[in-house]
């Protein structure tokens, strides 16, 4: 198995433009959580799906972001508009086991 | 609620000599209880989990953690590093649901 991908692995994109992250989790996993990673706040849990619907969405930064699962293989993540201060490494995982989640590379966004 | 407290933010080792990383948890449950590493550019991989099986739990690459509840700690330990052990280490907590807690992070650094 190719393990949970993400793309792009980077994104440079200018205040106000559209952003976004793709996800696609392990085969057979039916968990899949979203995450932001930053200096300043360390790893936050933005949202998770349990068999592609949205359980929890509370770590949501505000209206600005929202996130699909419209099938089993496929999540997005998108920013609109997007701010500087949106700048961080967003991460997907996956799991089939709650308690064992399997993490991409993690896609590295830059908002100038 | 649940927290996690990695009491160093910055750990450095000489290659061949221990590795002791610090986490404290506060739950209101049972918790499980992780470890993640972090290469550079790369995406979290578990090193090692307790589920309320052994208090003892062994993971990959040499490393272990122990469990004492009355302590509300889990430290990893590695009883001697390597060059390959530079990462960024995150102690987790899941208590219940399925969302994970992670602590600030220890950054390793070995020194030849």
């Known amino acids: 198995d190719a393990g949970v991908i993400q793309s792009p692995r980077h994104e440079v994109t200018e205040m106000g433009q559209e952003v976004t992250l793709r996800c696609k989790p392990i085969s057979g996993h039916d968990y899949l959580f979203w995450y932001r990673q930053t200096m300043m706040r360390g790893l936050e849990l933005l949202i998770y799906?349990?068999?592609?619907?949205?359980?929890?969405d509370s770590g949501m930064p505000e209206d600005r972001f929202s996130a699909k699962m419209p099938n089993a293989s496929f999540s997005t993540l998108k920013i609109q508009p997007s701010e500087p201060r949106d700048s961080a490494v967003y991460f997907c995982a996956s799991s089939f086991d709650p308690n064992e989640q399997f993490f991409g590379p993690g896609t590295r966004l830059t908002v100038l | 609620a649940q927290s996690v407290t990695q009491l160093d933010s910055h750990v450095s080792v000489s290659e061949g000599t221990p590795v002791l990383l610090r986490c404290n948890y506060s739950?209101?449950?049972?918790?499980?209880l992780f470890w993640y590493v972090q290469h550079p550019n790369k995406g979290l991989q578990l090193l090692l989990k307790y589920t309320s099986a052994a208090t003892l739990v062994k993971g990959i690459n040499g490393f272990e953690a122990e469990f004492k509840k009355s302590e509300t700690s889990f430290h990893l330990t590695k009883p001697s590093a390597h060059m390959s052990d530079a990462a960024e280490y995150f102690c987790v907590v899941q208590a219940a649901g399925n969302k994970l807690t992670f602590g600030g992070g220890t950054r390793v650094l070995v020194k030849p």
């Open positions: 799906f349990n068999n592609n619907v949205p359980i929890d």
């Open positions: 739950s209101s449950y049972s918790p499980s």
